[in-house]
T-cell receptor
């Protein structure tokens, strides 16, 4: 069964460093998403991406964040200068269509900022 | 204001008991979707169900059932004859037409502990 994959599963970085989290969405999906879950808290929407551009973003998704689909398969989330409060689980998701279709989530990348 | 409220932070039951997880949502859209996801201790999010705002029919899938009531803005989830493997955090989520359904609003989750 096709699934969303994410790498790495766990990333440890120093405050101020740049990190890139990688996702491979399901191959025929057109909509891509990033969500964040701070430990013990709810899952929060960050950004949605369609047709090579951002379609929705939350107030969390400020200038330190960026997303990219550098090739036909990967979808990346870049955090330019990490802060301690960026420590969280980051989930990538994809859906066939934004409308109506459920989003399939990847296993997540746990980011720890020291 | 919270768009999705899961008032039960944590519930503990003994195996074989039935348990209902509550979800109350808030939206001004007439067209929206509601979802339940399961997050086991391993951390991934597992899709359980999607329900659109025009379909109030209750759904049963094995030991799982869902009760959608627009009059009370609730979308409750019942597990019948719970099992230890049901232990997880369960999230209710909402997506709205105003965002082209491109954004999920998650509740804070209910942690279910099923003891043997």
């Amino acid at each position: 069964e096709p699934e969303v994959t994410q790498t790495p599963s766990h990333q440890v970085t120093q405050m101020g460093q740049e990190v890139i989290l990688r996702c491979v969405p399901i191959s025929n999906h057109l909509y891509f998403y990033w969500y964040r879950q701070i430990l013990g808290q709810k899952v929060e929407f960050l950004v949605s991406f369609y047709n090579n551009e951002i379609s929705e973003k939350s107030e969390i998704f400020d200038d330190q964040f960026s997303v990219e689909r550098p090739d036909g398969s990967n979808f990346t989330l870049k955090i330019r200068s990490t802060k301690l409060e960026d420590s969280a689980m980051y989930f990538c998701a994809s859906s066939v269509k934004g409308l109506k279709n459920e989003q399939f989530f990847g296993p997540g990348t746990r980011l720890t900022v020291l | 204001a919270q768009k999705v409220t899961q008032a039960q932070t944590e519930i503990s039951v003994v195996e074989k008991e039935d348990v209902t997880l509550d979800c109350v949502y808030e939206t001004r859209d007439t067209t929206y979707y509601l979802f339940w996801y399961k997050q086991p201790p391993s951390g991934e999010l597992v899709f359980l169900i999607r329900r659109n705002s025009f379909d109030e029919q209750n759904e049963i899938s094995g030991r799982y059932s869902w009760n959608f009531q627009k009059s009370t803005s609730s979308f409750n989830f019942t597990i019948t004859a719970s099992q230890v493997v049901d232990s997880a955090v369960y999230f209710c989520a909402l997506s709205e037409a105003r965002d082209n359904f491109n954004k999920f609003y998650f509740g804070s989750g209910t942690k279910l502990n099923v003891k043997p």
